[in-house]
């Protein structure tokens, strides 16, 4: 079983917009999915809340990678409160579905795997598509250097471990590639169900563009 939740800026109305027609996709194949609003830094006193809730974060980081930090932190806490039997997968709003999308596919290959998941990475950076360890792999891989938190799926006792982090010293997907993944059991996928649709890093990968909120 899966549970999608999909973490969007309400303030932009074009990627609104798009996650609730994917929102319907996803009610159309029985998916459950949930539309969680994200901390936009313009809306925001991000500094504030984060030191309102014991944080201590590194000032040099801007307020749009401070506030992607919450927002995937909030998710968390989220995620740590489902049954452990629920598939919880994140999307941030840039994301779409493929054309080869298939969860109960992706459910059998997680059933199957030999050592029990606590993350899967489902989207791999374009750029760091050459650090995968084993390309032939079927379905996962194990983990290796790739950017960003566009499409994963955490267990709850991860997302339980996760809500212990207090340091923001650097973006939120470096924190868990530098301190965290190598210390559990976590896979990236081979097969894509998940693309990204715009700018990343100020490069054009995909069809449809919707501008970096982080690196713009």
């Known amino acids: 079983m899966f549970h999608i939740y ?10 609104r917009a798009h996650v609730s027609r994917l929102k319907q996709v996803f009610n159309s ?18 500094k504030q809340l984060l030191s309102a809730r014991g944080f201590q974060y590194n000032p040099k980081l801007s307020l749009s990678q401070l506030a992607c930090f919450l927002s995937h932190y909030h998710m968390w806490g989220l995620i740590s409160k489902t049954r452990p039997d629920v598939y919880s997968i994140v999307l941030e709003d840039d994301m779409d579905i493929t054309i080869d999308f298939n969860l109960d596919e992706l459910e059998r290959a997680i059933r199957s795997l030999e050592t029990p998941h606590d993350a899967i990475l489902l989207w791999k950076h374009p750029e760091q598509a050459k650090n995968q360890p084993n390309p032939n792999k079927s379905y996962f891989s194990k983990f290796y250097y790739t950017w960003g938190l566009a499409a994963y799926l955490f267990t709850p006792k991860f997302a339980r471990q996760l809500l ?6 650097m973006p939120v997907d470096e924190i868990l590639l530098q301190k965290v993944y190598s ?4 896979y990236v996928s081979v097969k894509q169900h998940f693309k990204n649709l715009g700018l990343l890093g100020n490069i054009d990968y995909g069809p449809f563009m919707f501008k970096s909120n982080i690196w713009s």
């Open 6 to 15: 999909i973490l969007s800026l309400f303030e932009d109305t074009g990627r």
């Open 29 to 46: 194949k029985h998916i459950e999915c949930t539309i969680v609003n994200a901390y936009y830094w313009k809306s925001h006193d991000i």
């Open 183 to 186: 210390k559990h059991t976590t």
């Open 164 to 169: 212990d982090i207090k340091t923001v010293d």
